[in-house]
């Protein structure tokens, strides 16, 4: 079992900053790639932003220059700068990360709880 763990949610005013964080653990042999999406009220889950465990990253356009991910792979945690917050940033917020168990076996994708960001104007 793998278990994600995001933290450091909350509200905000716009124009202000929030960084989230999110840990695996559990049966844990590597991680390839991970990221972060979110989910407004009545919308669809988008991807916000992705690194790989080498550290390419790849952002959503509506977050370029504002948002910047990180991680940290001896901790396999991952981290979402959010600078320059916007209303629109409004949302829930998931870590995802593909996980492979043993060396010999598949990576599969798992998603954490999410963790509300909310930002008023």
């Known amino acids: 079992q793998v278990q994600l763990v995001e933290s450091g949610g909350g509200l905000v005013q716009a124009g202000g900053s929030l960084r989230l964080s999110c840990e695996a653990s559990?049966?844990?042999?590597?991680?390839?790639?991970m990221g972060w999406y979110r989910q407004a009220p009545g919308k669809q889950r988008d991807l916000v932003a992705a690194?790989?465990?080498?550290?390419?990253?790849n952002y959503a356009d509506s977050v370029k220059g504002r948002f910047t991910i990180s991680r940290d792979n001896a901790k396999n945690t991952v981290y979402l700068q959010m600078n320059s917050l916007k209303p629109e940033d409004t949302a829930v917020y998931y870590c995802?990360?593909?996980?492979?168990?043993?060396?010999?076996?598949?990576?599969?994708?798992?998603w954490g709880q999410g963790t509300q960001v909310t930002v008023s104007s």
């Open positions: 690194i790989t465990s080498g550290g390419s990253t």
């Open positions: 995802t990360a593909s996980v492979r168990g043993h060396a010999s076996g598949p990576y599969y994708f798992h």
């Open positions: 559990g049966s844990i042999f590597s991680i390839n790639a």
